[in-house]
């Protein structure tokens, strides 16, 4: 069964990431991050269907580092501990942690000396306001970057791209 079109175009480096661009753009932050290997943990908040997913994708994309995607109100401790054991066992893993405002109280405290030590990169995503909704241990230990709305021209530039795309997007219908 083939993937949803979203899935499909979902960014692979940074140069793919539809908006955003004072985020991923040329010399700004998170791009200077990736280019320097030096990637430090972050809270991406924003409206649904920003690019949260996206920007940690492509940043995961523009590493050599395993990517791994939870969810803090449905995955377990244990699903945390399996990622820990990765990181642990074969370096880095850049953990996107989806609604991460819902992260409890056991998988904080197991999640804060995982990022300390910088064996996991979080990339947290929120609707919410993180300055509101996050724990302060949490936020201390991350970056936080607000994402925007794409504009209309962003829009047409993801459809253009979608069109044109023979091996991911529509190209061959």
Known sequence: ???????????????????????????????????????SSMILYGPPGTGKTSIASAIAG??????????????????????????????TVILLLDEIHRLDKTKQD???????????????????NPYMNIQPAIR?????FQVKPLTPDDITSAIKRALADHKRGLGDY
């Open 1 to 39: 069964m083939q993937q949803p079109l979203a899935y499909r175009m979902r960014p692979q480096n940074l140069d793919e990431v539809v908006g955003q661009q004072d985020l991923v753009g040329p010399d700004r932050i998170i791009r200077r991050m990736v280019s320097a290997h030096r990637l």
């Open 62 to 91: 523009s590493t050599k580092y395993a990517f791994r995607i939870l969810n803090a109100a449905t995955d377990t401790k244990k699903d945390l501990q399996i990622v820990a054991e990765e990181a642990k066992m074969s370096g």
């Open 140 to 144: 201390s230990r991350t970056q936080i």
């Open 110 to 128: 197991f999640l804060l000396p995982l990022l300390e030590s910088g064996r996991i990169v979080l990339i947290g995503a929120t609707t919410e």
